[in-house]
């Protein structure tokens, strides 16, 4: 039992400064990609493989810059009537720059 409980406690503590130092813009634009079905039929068929996650770090990639992410995710919520409002636009991209882009 004890060893149970410690490896709880070990798993807990082990992943709580990810997760403590993780940036809330982050967080939030990852919760709307997921309600909002991004990533979804629409990248999957457009990614490489089918993978939506090639669609971001492919060598031929669209995106060249932190703006024209801004801009690409603001086309793409358009295209799709995503329910992602305009001040909700700048988490969204925080979170793909933070998972995939990394533009500084």
């Not at 060598?59 to 932190?66: I, T, Y």
């Not at 009537?81 to 925080?94: H, L, S, T």
Request: aromatic content about 6%; hydrophobic content about 45%.
């Amino acid at each position: 039992m004890w060893s149970r409980n410690f490896l709880l406690l070990a798993l807990l503590v082990g992943s709580g400064p990810a997760l403590a130092g993780e940036d809330d813009a982050v967080a939030l634009g990852r919760k709307l990609m997921a309600e909002n079905g991004c990533n979804g039929a629409c990248h999957q068929a457009k990614a490489p493989g089918g993978d939506p996650a090639k669609l971001y770090t492919r060598a031929d990639a669209k995106v060249k810059s932190l703006d024209g992410l801004r801009r690409q995710v603001e086309r793409c919520v358009a295209m799709v009537g995503a329910q992602i409002m305009p001040d909700e636009i700048d988490p969204v991209v925080a979170a793909l720059n933070h998972d995939y882009y990394k533009f500084k």
